[in-house]
């Protein structure tokens, strides 16, 4: 084995039901002056196990902690009465909570102000390419050495010390071999690096002489006994049943069903993505616009926005995953009124917002929502902004230009549109800009659809039925269909068919 072919470091998760003060870890290592090695060997390796919060002592704190009179604290205290009893060894030591001990990554930790000057400092001299670069194992060691809101995390380090001698003095040199973290709220162990048991780590140390460092991290926790695993086991299934008995008293088994005269659409929205807009940090803002006899009783859901997101891809494509629902209700009794009702639009606006807290409108977009009928759609919607000439442009550099509009519905149909009608958009300059992507699931849930049911139908003619019913966006049909006789018994006769444009 060569360098070349050192191990990638990553870290790993593990879900730790049992007690952590069980937990162990096996060191195997050795020195090398070569960098090639046979890895199958086995006589030359030193093995070194290590329990959970266990303190292992390096040639520093040997020297001092062998003192009484360096032993102030009772923690120091302890040390000299552990030192005592454990076999000495010069290489391996460890890192526990009682030590406070914070890695190289956590002295120089920079404050919210000079993270913003750097970074001003970079829009100002740096190129776009250099700003966008992102620095993969900076992020990782920052994660892993933060501790984040609602975490109780227990650390502990396992180190080795590749010092030597200079003049009869030691000139320490230590090393992580693995850094452990153990969440007591979510029960997760964080390990950097994972086990491994195929081929070592590796480290090279220069010093006076050079020195090739190999190890290995092995799991080496006692198994529990296969009697007390099924009691285990046992233990966990009845507190499941109990839970799930619990829940069952809660929630009950009765369907909660609309009013007769409702149907309802519950709408579940994903906004997907978004890529070729101008600036990269983003973050889209949405309004649902419901026509006549559409109705939504949590009337905050209609509007939302997502996080803010920064693309780094020559595109700026962001990912923003940002998932919300809405349950809309319409009177079905209004269909002897209105004859084709009208569709529900959300309006979508995508701003950016860079330094000094400008916002710039990216696009604007809009879509009829697909009620007419259940299923999961997908749509790519094409964007655009408006152009106000020299002056807007200033205004749009400068201070930002987000929503310079009286009111959004007006790039789609408003309300107040009547068929026949002219909307005039003259002399509105636009600019096309990016793409948003937008996943739909629509659910529908009415007490027609179990006219069905009622009269015996087979489960194919229930289905067949439920299928006409939601059919609003077909053509007529030259008989009465089923959503025309579910209204004509809940709504008192009336003799129309849906049909949304």
Same mark, same amino acid.
């Given at each position: 084995?060569?360098?070349?072919?050192?191990?990638?470091?990553?870290?790993?998760?593990?879900?730790?039901?049992?007690?952590?003060?069980?937990?162990?870890?096996?060191?195997?290592?050795?020195?090398?002056?070569?960098?090639?090695?046979?890895?199958?060997?086995?006589?030359?390796?030193?093995?070194?196990?290590?329990?959970?919060?266990?303190?292992?002592?390096?040639?520093?704190?040997?020297?001092?902690?062998?003192?009484?009179?360096?032993?102030?604290? @009772? /923690? =120091? &205290?302890? #040390?000299?009465?552990?030192? %005592?009893? $454990?076999?000495?060894?010069?290489?391996?030591?460890?890192?526990?909570?009682?030590?406070?001990?914070?890695?190289?990554?956590?002295?120089?930790?920079?404050?919210?102000?000079?993270?913003?000057?750097?970074?001003?400092?970079?829009?100002?001299?740096?190129?776009?390419?250099?700003?966008?670069?992102?620095?993969?194992?900076?992020?990782?060691?920052?994660?892993?050495?933060?501790?984040?809101?609602?975490? @109780? /995390? =227990? &650390?502990? #380090?396992?180190?080795?010390? %590749?010092? $030597?001698?200079?003049?009869?003095?030691?000139?320490?040199?230590?090393?992580?071999?693995?850094?452990?973290?153990?969440?007591?709220?979510?029960?997760?162990?964080?390990?950097?690096?994972?086990?491994?048991?195929?081929?070592?780590?590796?480290?090279?140390?220069?010093?006076?002489?050079?020195?090739?460092?190999?190890?290995?991290?092995?799991?080496?926790?006692?198994?529990?006994?296969?009697?007390?695993?099924?009691? =285990? &086991?046992?233990?966990?299934?009845?507190?499941?049943?109990?839970?799930?008995?619990?829940?069952?008293?809660?929630?009950?088994?009765?369907?909660?069903?609309?009013?007769?005269?409702?149907?309802?659409?519950?709408?579940?929205?994903?906004?997907?993505?978004?890529?070729?807009?101008?600036?990269?940090?983003?973050?889209?803002?949405?309004?649902?616009?419901?026509?006549?006899?559409?109705?939504?009783?949590?009337?905050?859901?209609?509007?939302?926005?997502?996080?803010?997101?920064?693309?780094?891809?020559?595109?700026?494509?962001?990912?923003?995953?940002?998932?919300?629902?809405?349950?809309?209700?319409?009177?079905?009794?209004?269909?002897?009124?209105?004859?084709?009702?009208?569709?529900?639009?959300?309006?979508?606006?995508?701003?950016?917002?860079?330094?000094?807290?400008?916002?710039?409108?990216?696009?604007?977009?809009?879509?009829?929502?697909?009620?007419?009928?259940?299923?999961?759609?997908?749509?790519?919607?094409?964007?655009?902004?408006?152009?106000?000439?020299?002056?807007?442009?200033?205004?749009?550099?400068?201070?930002?230009?987000?929503?310079?509009?009286?009111?959004?519905?007006?790039?789609?149909?408003?309300?107040?549109?009547?068929?026949?009608?002219?909307?005039?958009?003259?002399?509105?300059?636009?600019?096309?800009?990016?793409?948003?992507?937008?996943?739909?699931?629509?659910?529908?849930?009415?007490?027609?659809?179990?006219?069905?049911?009622?009269?015996?139908?087979?489960?194919?003619?229930?289905?067949?039925?439920?299928?006409?019913?939601?059919?609003?966006?077909?053509?007529?049909?030259?008989?009465?269909?089923?959503?025309?006789?579910?209204?004509?018994?809940?709504?008192?006769?009336?003799?129309?068919?849906?049909?949304?444009?």
């Amino acid at each position: 084995m060569s360098p070349k072919d050192e191990l990638t470091r990553y870290t790993a998760y593990y879900r730790c039901p049992d007690k952590i003060g069980n937990f162990k870890i096996r060191i195997r290592y050795k020195e090398l002056d070569d960098e090639n090695f046979d890895s199958n060997e086995s006589v030359d390796w030193t093995t070194k196990v290590i329990s959970w919060q266990e303190k292992r002592f390096n040639r520093s704190e040997r020297e001092f902690y062998a003192d009484i009179h360096n032993c102030v604290t @009772d /923690l =120091e &205290k302890k #040390y000299h009465e552990q030192l %005592l009893e $454990e076999e000495e060894d010069a290489v391996v030591f460890t890192y526990v909570e009682e030590d406070e001990y914070m890695s190289e990554q956590g002295y120089n930790r920079p404050t919210y102000l000079q993270t913003a000057s750097e970074n001003e400092d970079q829009n100002s001299g740096i190129s776009q390419k250099s700003q966008n670069e992102f620095d993969y194992t900076k992020s990782l060691f920052s994660s892993i050495e933060r501790s984040t809101v609602g975490q @109780d /995390l =227990e &650390k502990m #380090y396992i180190m080795a010390d %590749l010092g $030597e001698y200079v003049e009869n003095i030691w000139i320490k040199n230590e090393h992580p071999l693995c850094r452990i973290k153990f969440d007591k709220t979510s029960r997760v162990l964080h390990m950097y690096p994972d086990f491994t048991t195929t081929q070592p780590y590796y480290l090279k140390v220069q010093g006076e002489t050079m020195k090739h460092f190999y190890y290995f991290i092995e799991h080496c926790s006692e198994t529990i006994p296969e009697n007390l695993e099924l009691t =285990e &086991k046992d233990l966990i299934k009845k507190l499941t049943d109990c839970k799930i008995s619990l829940r069952r008293q809660v929630v009950g088994d009765h369907f909660q069903l609309p009013p007769k005269n409702k149907l309802y659409v519950y709408l579940f929205f994903e906004i997907l993505s978004a890529k070729n807009f101008e600036y990269s940090d983003v973050y889209v803002q949405y309004t649902i616009d419901l026509p006549e006899h559409w109705s939504c009783q949590n009337g905050e859901a209609l509007r939302g926005r997502t996080q803010t997101c920064h693309g780094i891809a020559e595109d700026g494509l962001v990912h923003f995953g940002y998932c919300f629902d809405v349950v809309l209700e319409y009177d079905i009794q209004s269909l002897q009124e209105t004859g084709i009702p009208k569709t529900p639009y959300i309006y979508f606006e995508i701003i950016s917002k860079t330094t000094w807290d400008r916002y710039r409108t990216e696009g604007l977009t809009y879509r009829n929502l697909p009620v007419s009928k259940p299923g999961c759609y997908l749509h790519t919607l094409s964007c655009f902004r408006y152009l106000n000439g020299t002056q807007g442009n200033l205004r749009r550099f400068f201070i930002g230009d987000c929503s310079n509009y009286k009111d959004v519905r007006w790039i789609g149909l408003p309300n107040e549109y009547e068929a026949g009608e002219i909307v005039n958009r003259f002399n509105a300059n636009t600019a096309s800009t990016g793409q948003l992507n937008l996943r739909v699931n629509v659910l529908h849930h009415s007490q027609a659809f179990l006219r069905g049911v009622q009269r015996g139908g087979s489960a194919r003619e229930i289905d067949l039925r439920e299928t006409q019913l939601v059919q609003f966006d077909k053509e007529r049909r030259t008989g009465p269909s089923g959503l025309q006789e579910g209204t004509e018994e809940l709504g008192g006769g009336q003799k129309k068919i849906i049909e949304v444009q």
